[in-house]
């Protein structure tokens, strides 16, 4: 439907005689006095012509319904194909590029500019190029959005198989240890060299070589949860018998000397209260950090082109660097005094090997 002002201007200064013998022109104030047809004329090959009605101009009906056409019933000239003529000014933009105005020249007329990283342009003639989703990526023409291809540190990669193949190696070695103080855990040497401590020291080491494939396993919400978390935990606990070892050495020294007290600090008790309140240091420091901020899965999708990283934020930077912190300050101790120590006389000096 149409209304009467969008007619052509001309039909405002028309007189002329409708279907019904009625005359129409316009009134004083250029208003339309009566209603009228509109035809339109078909001419034939041989130079013949029809008038068709196709629609009809009333004043007198209601709002909306005054002019009516029926398309259906236009016939059209060969030379007209009812669609926008192309402009010759300016070119047709492939996909990959978008519509790039001229300065200075009429509004069709424009450049292709090629759309900018990120972007595509799917169709011809696009007025704006679109942005990729963050998993996907333009190809090579900007013509589509391609899937990213999802990354991480896993064992089918050469560094993922060879980090994997020391783990396994060093957990062999610490087994094949373990299972030889376990077999001659009556021997004197056994016995000298704190037993207990070197069994939890010995299990302790294979936890920590096994906790590599927490880092190589595929990121999910409970690896990362667990991968600094567990290492930091079982790694002190590691350092922590080492410290226990030191001291230990350091006072059996101590006390053969005559009238010394600290013959009452020898024994179990004080290496297992090293062992159990400098882990549980460690272990607060975690559970601490699992409160505050954890670590979280995250997704990088800048980093590399047409790759997403799945890796593992460690959350709070300040309690990652506490817990690594606290394992550096207790190995240090733990070489202070096992370097001061390592020319103490004895026939075995645990001292010397704990320094090296």
Known sequence: MSFPMQLHPFLQWVTFNNSARETVFLGKHKELNTGFDITNLV???????????????DVMAS????????????????????VPPVSVCNPNCLPGSSKKKKEGAKFCCYDCSPCPLGKVSPEKDMDVC??????????KNKSHCIPKTINYLSLKEPLGISLSF????????TVQVLVIFIKHQDTPIVRAN????????????????LCSF??????????????QVAFGSIFTLTVSCILAKTITVVLAFMATKPGSRMRKWMGKRLAISIVFYCSLFQIGLCILWLGISPPFLNQD?????????????????????????????L??????????????????????????
């Open 301 to 329: 999708t800048q980093s590399i082109f047409g790759e997403i990283i799945l890796e593992c934020n460690e959350g709070s930077a300040i309690m990652f660097y506490c817990m690594l912190g606290y394992m550096g300050f």
């Open 194 to 209: 704190n037993r207990d401590l070197t069994y939890a020291l010995l299990f302790s080491l294979l936890l920590c070589f």
């Open 166 to 173: 020391f783990a396994v190696l060093f957990s062999l070695l």
């Open 331 to 356: 190995a240090t101790i733990s070489f202070v005094v096992a370097f001061l120590a390592r020319k103490l006389p004895d026939s075995f000096n645990e001292a010397k090997f704990i320094t090296f």
């Open 214 to 227: 927490l880092f190589l396993s595929p990121p999910r919400k409970v690896t990362c949860l667990l991968r």
């Open 43 to 57: 001419i034939f090959p041989n130079n013949s012509f029809m008038r068709v009605k196709i629609g009809r101009v």
């Open 130 to 139: 679109t942005m990729c989703p963050e998993d996907h990526y333009p190809n």
């Open 63 to 82: 709002p909306g319904k005054r002019v009516t056409i029926d398309e259906k019933k236009v016939v059209w000239h060969h030379s007209f194909h009812q």
